[in-house]
C-alpha cells in the first residue's frame, strides 16, 4: 500500500476511490520508527507514504482570528495549538509544513491553504523581523523566514 505527495491512497499499483475506504484505513493506521503500518488484530501492514498520511486542505477559525482548527482529506479535524505542533521543513527544494496531526501522524499542508494562512498571518501582524509568524490557541507558529 502506498499514500503518495497528493494524499491519493493506492493498494498494488491501483488507486483507492472509495473515501469511507480510505478513511477507514487511516484510523487503524500507525506509525513505528519511520514506518507506517495498517494494524488489525489479524495482520500489520506495511504503508509506504511520500509525505504523510493528512493532507491538511482547509481550516476554520474562530470570529478573533486565533483559534485555528484544521480539515484533512480523510475527515478528522484538529486544532493548531500546542499539542499540535507546525514545522517547516526543506524538502526537494520546498519549504513545505508539517504538523503532528494523531499519535506521531503526520499531515502536511496543502499549497492552497498555506497562501491562506499566510495572508492570516499578515492581517494577525505580529511583529517578527526576521519570521511571519501565525498565532492559534495563545501559541506562535512560523510559516517561514522573511524575504
Given at each position: 500500500?502506498?499514500?503518495?505527495?497528493?494524499?491519493?491512497?493506492?493498494?498494488q499499483?491501483?488507486?483507492?476511490g472509495?473515501?469511507k475506504?480510505?478513511?477507514?484505513?487511516?484510523?487503524?493506521?500507525?506509525?513505528?520508527?519511520?514506518?507506517?503500518y495498517?494494524v488489525?488484530?489479524?495482520?500489520?501492514?506495511?504503508v509506504n507514504?511520500?509525505l504523510?498520511p493528512?493532507?491538511?486542505?482547509?481550516?476554520?477559525?474562530?470570529?478573533?482570528?486565533?483559534?485555528?482548527?484544521?480539515?484533512?482529506?480523510?475527515?478528522y479535524d484538529?486544532?493548531?495549538d500546542?499539542?499540535?505542533?507546525l514545522?517547516?521543513?526543506?524538502?526537494d527544494?520546498?519549504?513545505?509544513?508539517?504538523?503532528?496531526?494523531?499519535?506521531?501522524?503526520?499531515?502536511?499542508?496543502?499549497?492552497?491553504?498555506?497562501?491562506?494562512?499566510?495572508e492570516?498571518?499578515?492581517r494577525?501582524?505580529?511583529?517578527?523581523?526576521?519570521k511571519?509568524?501565525?498565532?492559534?490557541?495563545?501559541?506562535q507558529?512560523?510559516?517561514?523566514?522573511?524575504s
Amino acid at each position: 500500500m502506498r499514500i503518495d505527495r497528493e494524499g491519493h491512497w493506492y493498494y498494488q499499483d491501483s488507486i483507492i476511490g472509495r473515501e469511507k475506504l480510505k478513511i477507514l484505513f487511516s484510523r487503524i493506521l500507525k506509525k513505528e520508527g519511520e514506518c507506517y503500518y495498517l494494524v488489525t488484530p489479524a495482520e500489520k501492514v506495511l504503508v509506504n507514504v511520500d509525505l504523510a498520511p493528512y493532507k491538511i486542505i482547509d481550516f476554520e477559525v474562530n470570529e478573533m482570528e486565533d483559534e485555528i482548527i484544521f480539515k484533512t482529506n480523510l475527515d478528522y479535524d484538529f486544532p493548531l495549538d500546542s499539542t499540535h505542533l507546525l514545522e517547516m521543513r526543506a524538502l526537494d527544494g520546498e519549504e513545505i509544513p508539517f504538523i503532528n496531526a494523531r499519535n506521531d501522524l503526520e499531515a502536511y499542508v496543502s499549497r492552497p491553504v498555506f497562501y491562506r494562512l499566510i495572508e492570516l498571518a499578515l492581517r494577525q501582524n505580529i511583529k517578527d523581523e526576521s519570521k511571519l509568524l501565525l498565532k492559534s490557541f495563545g501559541k506562535q507558529f512560523s510559516l517561514g523566514e522573511k524575504s
